[in-house]
C-alpha cells in the first residue's frame, strides 16, 4: 500500500481520478449504478488515508472528495439551467426531486459515509437555494388555485386536525356522499398539481432553515392575501352573517391546505392561525340600521 500510495499513484494519479469521474458521470446520465470495480478504487484512497495515522482520511479528502464534489457541483448546474429553460416550474420541481433521490443512492454505494452529508449540503444549494426564487414563484399561484376549491366538509372546526365524516355525510352502504365523498379531501385534492408541487416544496425546502423560512413566509402571505380579497367582497354585501360564514369557510380552507400539502406541520399551522388572525382583524366590524359597516384597521 505504501509503494502505490508513493511511487505508483503519483505517476498515474490525473488520468485515474479523470476516469473515475467520468465513470460516475456516465452513470449519472444513464441512471445505472457505477461499476462494482469504481467502488474498489475509490475505497483505495480511503485505504490509502490510514497510512497517515495523524491526519486520517485527508488524503482521501483532498485527492478524492473535494475533486467529486466539485465535479458533482458543475454537473448539476449545467443540469439546472437546461431544466430551467425547458421545463415548468411544476416539472422542475419533480426533476431536482428525483435528481436528490439518485444522487443520495449512488453516494452511499461509492463514497465515504463522510462525504454523505456533504452531498447533500451541496445538491441543496445547487439546485434549491440557487434556485430559490424560481420554486417560490410556484406559491403564490398554487396557494390560490387550491383555497379556490370548495372546501371538504368532512374537514372539521377542531383541534384535533383529524379528517372525519359526519352522519349526514354518510350514503349508503357507509360511503359518503358530496364533491369529494368517495375520497376525501387528502386523497382528492392531493392528486392536484397544486397540493403536489405544494408537497414537493415543503419536503425540498425544509432542510436548509433559511429555504424553510421563505417558504413559511411566502405561505402566509399568499394565505392572507386570499383571505383579504374574498373578504372585501363579502362585506360589500352588508350581511354580517355572511361575514361569518365566509370567515368559517376560509379557515377550513386553510385547514384543508395545512393537512393536504404540508403534512400539518406545526409551523405552518402558526403560520396558518397568523394569516386568518389577519384576514378576521382587516376590518372594524360594527352594526348600523341591521347592515354591517366595515372599516380597514
Same mark, same amino acid.
Given at each position: 500500500?505504501?509503494?502505490?500510495?508513493?511511487?505508483?499513484?503519483?505517476?498515474?494519479?490525473?488520468?485515474?481520478?479523470?476516469?473515475?469521474?467520468?465513470?460516475?458521470?456516465?452513470?449519472?446520465?444513464?441512471?445505472?449504478?457505477?461499476?462494482?470495480?469504481?467502488?474498489?478504487?475509490?475505497?483505495?484512497?480511503?485505504?490509502?488515508?490510514?497510512?497517515?495515522?495523524?491526519?486520517? &482520511?485527508?488524503?482521501?479528502?483532498?485527492?478524492?472528495?473535494?475533486?467529486?464534489?466539485? !465535479?458533482?457541483?458543475?454537473?448539476?448546474?449545467?443540469?439546472?439551467?437546461?431544466?430551467?429553460?425547458?421545463?415548468?416550474?411544476?416539472?422542475?420541481?419533480?426533476?431536482?426531486?428525483?435528481?436528490?433521490?439518485?444522487?443520495?443512492?449512488?453516494?452511499?454505494?461509492?463514497?465515504?459515509?463522510?462525504?454523505?452529508?456533504?452531498?447533500?449540503?451541496?445538491?441543496?444549494?445547487?439546485?434549491?437555494?440557487?434556485?430559490?426564487?424560481?420554486?417560490?414563484?410556484?406559491? $403564490?399561484?398554487?396557494?390560490?388555485?387550491? /383555497?379556490?376549491?370548495?372546501?371538504?366538509?368532512?374537514?372539521?372546526?377542531?383541534?384535533?386536525?383529524?379528517?372525519?365524516?359526519?352522519?349526514?355525510?354518510?350514503?349508503?352502504?357507509?360511503?359518503?356522499?358530496?364533491?369529494?365523498?368517495?375520497?376525501?379531501?387528502? !386523497?382528492?385534492?392531493?392528486?392536484? $398539481?397544486?397540493?403536489?408541487? /405544494?408537497?414537493?416544496?415543503?419536503?425540498?425546502?425544509?432542510?436548509?432553515?433559511?429555504?424553510?423560512?421563505? /417558504? /413559511?413566509? !411566502?405561505?402566509?402571505?399568499? &394565505?392572507?392575501?386570499?383571505?383579504?380579497?374574498?373578504?372585501?367582497?363579502?362585506?360589500?354585501?352588508?350581511?354580517?352573517?355572511?361575514?361569518?360564514?365566509?370567515?368559517? !369557510?376560509?379557515?377550513?380552507?386553510?385547514?384543508?391546505?395545512?393537512?393536504?400539502?404540508?403534512?400539518?406541520?406545526?409551523?405552518?399551522?402558526?403560520?396558518? $392561525?397568523?394569516?386568518?388572525?389577519?384576514?378576521?382583524?382587516?376590518?372594524?366590524?360594527?352594526? $348600523?340600521?341591521?347592515?354591517?359597516?366595515?372599516?380597514?384597521?
Amino acid at each position: 500500500l505504501y509503494t502505490w500510495k508513493n511511487h505508483l499513484y503519483t505517476k498515474v494519479k490525473e488520468r485515474l481520478l479523470s476516469c473515475l469521474l467520468n465513470e460516475i458521470q456516465q452513470a449519472r446520465m444513464s441512471g445505472s449504478n457505477v461499476r462494482h470495480e469504481l467502488q474498489g478504487i475509490i475505497g483505495s484512497y480511503k485505504k490509502m488515508s490510514t497510512i497517515d495515522q495523524t491526519h486520517r &482520511m485527508r488524503f482521501y479528502g483532498v485527492e478524492f472528495e473535494k475533486p467529486f464534489l466539485l !465535479d458533482t457541483a458543475e454537473y448539476y448546474r449545467r443540469k439546472v439551467q437546461l431544466a430551467i429553460q425547458e421545463l415548468s416550474v411544476s416539472e422542475y420541481l419533480r426533476t431536482i426531486e428525483k435528481h436528490l433521490g439518485e444522487e443520495e443512492l449512488r453516494s452511499r454505494l461509492i463514497v465515504d459515509a463522510s462525504t454523505n452529508p456533504r452531498v447533500k449540503i451541496l445538491l441543496d444549494k445547487v439546485l434549491v437555494q440557487e434556485n430559490l426564487a424560481l420554486i417560490c414563484s410556484a406559491i $403564490d399561484p398554487s396557494v390560490e388555485i387550491f /383555497l379556490q376549491r370548495e372546501p371538504d366538509q368532512t374537514i372539521k372546526f377542531s383541534d384535533d386536525w383529524s379528517l372525519k365524516k359526519s352522519p349526514t355525510e354518510e350514503g349508503p352502504g357507509g360511503s359518503a356522499s358530496g364533491e369529494y365523498g368517495k375520497r376525501g379531501i387528502v !386523497d382528492e385534492l392531493g392528486r392536484s $398539481d397544486e397540493a403536489e408541487d /405544494l408537497l414537493r416544496m415543503f419536503r425540498l425546502l425544509s432542510f436548509n432553515e433559511e429555504s424553510r423560512q421563505t /417558504l /413559511l413566509r !411566502d405561505v402566509q402571505e399568499s &394565505m392572507a392575501k386570499f383571505g383579504k380579497r374574498e373578504v372585501a367582497k363579502v362585506v360589500q354585501n352588508a350581511n354580517p352573517i355572511a361575514f361569518v360564514e365566509y370567515l368559517l !369557510d376560509y379557515f377550513l380552507r386553510l385547514k384543508g391546505l395545512v393537512i393536504t400539502c404540508f403534512n400539518k406541520d406545526e409551523k405552518v399551522m402558526a403560520r396558518m $392561525d397568523q394569516a386568518f388572525k389577519e384576514v378576521m382583524n382587516d376590518h372594524k366590524i360594527s352594526m $348600523d340600521n341591521g347592515g354591517v359597516v366595515t372599516t380597514p384597521l
